[in-house]
């Protein structure tokens, strides 16, 4: 059947849309945050659905309530703890729907003209607050793991411009990357991509929750210069997903200069940590950073997916990126982002971003982040108090506790951790992770969330407690 955009309910159809969308944010606590379900248990549900007749606008809204939004995870969810995944706010959420009204593809100026003016006001409002200067160049990207890609072959640009046209044959020295052993792992994969192996990415030891090692790493450099071998990007952390820890920025940003090697912060989680004072001191540094990758969906509050990239060497972008015949392209506008990175078409993500931050403003987010790092102390203390071990030492919103009863072996313990984490998640009242940390299994807990208040925390460590006491006794032994 033809499509006849005035024979579609759109009144009817968005006004439902809207009512779901209302009902879900107002009744957020009262849903379960894992679904409980599994995808194998879904797939009869739509087996068969896709056909040549489509079933219309509203019945379709309609299997969203009963089919798909019961058994999704509540993400938003005050008690969602988990993978860095925040809870958006709402004018960013309105945001993406009016994204996909438009269509607009932000690859080419011409093609989105409102959409490239507000990405360069953001790229100039978060260089403004990293401390890189006015003419710093930047874009949006799908995710911090595009992000840090794009940083890592632009410092391959950088130090080996031959290898553009000649391939990693014209590079007579072996090029490295460092990062430290807690860095996310799309650090090693955006190093695999560019043609290095995995014994060309140097993994630095970290200390306490897991922040590298500089001196590590400068006699790692200098080790492998007197090699033979070409040190030429460092990766930083400003705030492991593990553990939630602080790279020493400024000292590494000392031995890049000493070394003449392009500096690059991972500030995908940790970046919105910038906007308050009292961490100011600890990440100093990451304004000599060449490039800083920061994800407004995970602290900013924004839906994914959406990185930023920002990159105080421009110059290097169309070297980097700039390939092909582009002459069906018309160039009206200016500078266009497919010259500039990686991808060519591209999602207008710049319109979430900048309505959130309109709408809310930096302001909010500073509340919220500084708000998260006060609860996830809450968590600890209550954890810490009903006889949970918590690693020491939290300065953003993650919090790591083992419970660990006398006498179990390692092993057994590791297994119990894994344990709590499943009953707890079972409930349907909370979600959190595991991870592994200085050679343990530890509970981790991650906020990033808008709408988890003190109540929410207690609520989470009494069931955190309970579930913990409730499996101690039960093992003969071990987990």
């Not at 499509?3 to 809207?18: G, I, K, N, V, W």
């Not at 248990?41 to 309530?65: I, K, N, Q, R, Y």
């Not at 509540?74 to 703890?81: D, S």
């Not at 809870?87 to 011409?110: K, Q």
Request: proline share 6%; aromatic share 8%; glycine share 8%.
């Amino acid at each position: 059947m033809s499509f006849d955009l005035d024979e579609q309910p759109l009144e009817e159809a968005a006004a439902r849309a809207l009512e779901l969308f209302v009902q879900f944010y107002r009744g957020l606590d009262a849903r379960r945050v894992d679904p409980g379900v599994t995808v194998g248990e879904l797939a009869p549900l739509f087996a068969g659905s896709l056909s040549d007749d489509g079933v219309g606008l509203l019945p379709t809204l309609e299997e969203f309530a009963e089919k798909i939004l019961p058994h999704s995870m509540t993400t938003p969810h005050p008690l969602y703890l988990g993978l860095v995944n925040c809870s958006p706010f709402p004018a960013a959420v309105l945001g993406d729907l009016l994204v996909s009204t438009l269509n607009n593809n932000a690859g080419a100026a011409h093609q989105s003209p409102a959409m490239t003016a507000i990405e360069n006001e953001i790229v100039r409002a978060f260089a403004r607050r990293f401390g890189f200067p006015q003419n710093t160049s930047g874009m949006l990207l799908p995710g911090g793991t595009f992000a840090t890609l794009q940083a890592l072959v632009l410092a391959r640009t950088h130090r080996f411009p031959s290898w553009q046209t000649d391939g990693p044959t014209a590079v007579t020295e072996r090029p490295l990357v460092y990062s430290s052993q807690a860095t996310h792992f799309s650090v090693v994969r955006g190093a695999r991509v560019i043609g290095l192996g995995e014994r060309d990415i140097r993994l630095i030891p970290g200390r306490d929750r897991g922040a590298m090692d500089v001196d590590a790493l400068a006699r790692r450099i200098e080790d492998d210069r007197q090699d033979g071998a070409c040190p030429f990007a460092v990766v930083a952390t400003m705030g492991t997903t593990g553990t939630g820890d602080i790279d020493p920025l400024s000292e590494i940003a000392d031995v890049c200069r000493r070394y003449d090697v392009w500096f690059h912060v991972d500030a995908c989680y940790g970046g919105a940590a910038i906007l308050l004072d009292e961490l100011r001191a600890r990440v100093r540094g990451i304004e000599n950073a060449d490039t800083i990758a920061v994800d407004p969906q995970k602290w900013f509050f924004i839906p994914i997916a959406v990185a930023l990239l920002l990159n105080r060497h421009g110059s290097l972008e169309r070297p980097a990126f700039a390939v092909g015949d582009q002459s069906y392209i018309p160039h009206t506008h200016g500078p266009d982002a497919f010259l500039q990175g990686i991808p060519t078409s591209r999602r207008a993500s710049s319109l979430p971003v900048w309505m959130a931050l309109r709408a809310h403003g930096f302001g909010a987010v500073r509340d919220a982040v500084r708000r998260n790092i006060e609860l996830t102390r809450l968590l600890e203390e209550s954890l810490k108090s009903g006889g949970f071990i918590v690693l020491p030492g939290g300065q953003l919103s993650v919090a790591c506790a083992r419970w660990e009863p006398e006498g179990w072996s390692a092993s057994d313990i590791d297994g119990l951790q894994k344990r709590i984490a499943t009953d707890v998640i079972a409930t349907g009242r909370a979600w959190f992770s595991t991870v592994r940390h200085g050679g343990k299994t530890w509970l981790r807990f991650n906020m990033v969330n808008l709408h988890t208040r003190e109540h929410h925390v207690k609520e989470l460590a009494a069931l955190v407690i309970e579930i913990a006491r409730r499996l101690e006794p039960t093992s003969d032994g071990g987990a």
